[in-house]
């Protein structure tokens, strides 16, 4: 799957001209809590969050009244609370490598660009959805996590067991498991019981870690 796949399309933007006080109406208004900064060109030259906008606000302790505060956000920019250094992504990148970034740089969202033009935005919850479409969550079955050996065709003799039982797989996901010999399998299968879900995956030698009805 594609950042293109589960982005938002063009996004509510704002201008780094624009006040803090009109961003944080616009995030209000639009129910978002991020917002691309663009130029006149449609060219991404920052991002303001919900975050930096409660940080530009003054205290709750402050002396000022609502009228006050009102007339320091009208005046505070923009483009002095805005991230400018924005890491962002393309429409083609995968959705993994899209997570990767969020993970590693600590962020909630990738503006994407198509040269440096903005033309969506991709989120924490959109890879959520993505997470819940990739185990079938919605979809009943039986669900199991086991263990198996990192050897070629060990997947498809797995494959071909669940098929053995009559088993509809929908969903099949692998991860690393605690060596580079062994590979984690969580599998989720319709049409088949527990224990015949069992069966097919003791048969492949896998050692089974979690099996359950869900």
């Keep these: 799957m594609l950042v293109k796949d589960v982005m938002t399309e063009n996004p509510v933007t704002i201008s780094a001209d624009a006040s803090v006080l009109e961003a944080k109406e616009t995030m209000s ?22 975050g930096d906008l409660a940080k530009a606000s003054p205290s709750a302790a402050t002396s000022l009244d609502m009228f ?33 970034l969020m993970n590693d740089y600590g962020i909630s969202c990738l503006p994407v660009v198509k040269e440096n033009l903005l033309i969506g935005i991709v989120t924490e919850s959109d890879l959520f959805a993505t997470f819940i479409d990739m185990f079938n969550t919605r979809t009943s079955g039986v669900r199991a996590t086991a263990v198996m050996k990192e050897i070629p065709g060990e997947l498809a003799k797995l494959a071909s067991a669940i098929a053995g039982k009559n088993g509809n797989i929908v969903s099949f996901v692998t991860s ?19 224990s015949e879900l069992r069966s097919a995956i003791e048969s492949c030698g896998a050692e089974i870690k979690d099996i359950r009805t869900v």
Excluded: W
């Design 29 to 50: 208004r639009n129910n978002v809590k991020k917002l691309p900064v663009v130029d006149r060109n449609g060219t991404l030259i920052g991002i303001i969050t919900s």
């Design 68 to 100: 006050e505060l009102g007339y320091l956000l009208s005046k505070l920019s923009v483009e002095k609370t805005m991230v400018k250094s924005v890491k962002t992504t393309t429409a083609n990148q995968t959705v993994e490598e899209a997570a990767r």
């Design 176 to 194: 690393q498991a605690f060596d580079m010999n062994h590979r984690k399998v969580t599998v989720k299968v319709s049409d088949i019981s527990e």
